[in-house]
């Protein structure tokens, strides 16, 4: 008799540590899926606008949908589809631009120097040239 309530409660455990395992495993892996979407649509976005956003023309290079390209890129912000952009360059052995500020510019803050006028477009230019390039 005690042998038998000795083999449910160790059934039990089991179950009750299975349960905890699967769950802790199926958490992993959709926290890994979620990852791997986001991936998935950031890299949709940077090919789109790496392209021109043609989704017909990346869609057949990768045998996708359009449709499907830019439903996946449009929850994707233009600032991350260029932060991917910028870390597929770093990959590809570029150097990523250097972004400047409009305080980094040298006349910021000041005013610009006036621009002379143009110079009259019927001027002499001393030959047949009748100044159309």
Do not use: Y
Not at 20 to 43: F, G, H, I, S, V
Not at 71 to 83: D, G, I
């Amino acid at each position: 008799m005690r042998e038998i309530e000795s083999l449910r409660a160790k059934t039990r455990e089991l179950a009750a540590a299975d349960v905890l395992t699967t769950r802790n495993a199926a958490l992993e892996a959709a926290a890994a899926k979620e990852a791997a979407d986001a991936a998935a649509r950031e890299a949709a976005a940077a090919a789109l606008r790496l392209f021109g956003n043609d989704s017909e023309l990346v869609g057949q290079l990768l045998g996708i949908p359009a449709e499907d390209l830019e439903r996946e890129a449009k929850p994707v912000t233009a600032a991350r589809a260029k932060e991917v952009i910028e870390g597929l360059r770093v990959r590809a052995g570029r150097r990523p631009r250097i972004r400047r500020t409009r305080s980094s510019h040298p006349m910021a803050g000041q005013e610009a120097a006036p621009v002379p006028p143009a110079a009259p477009a019927d001027r002499d230019l001393g030959d047949d040239r009748s100044g159309v390039v």
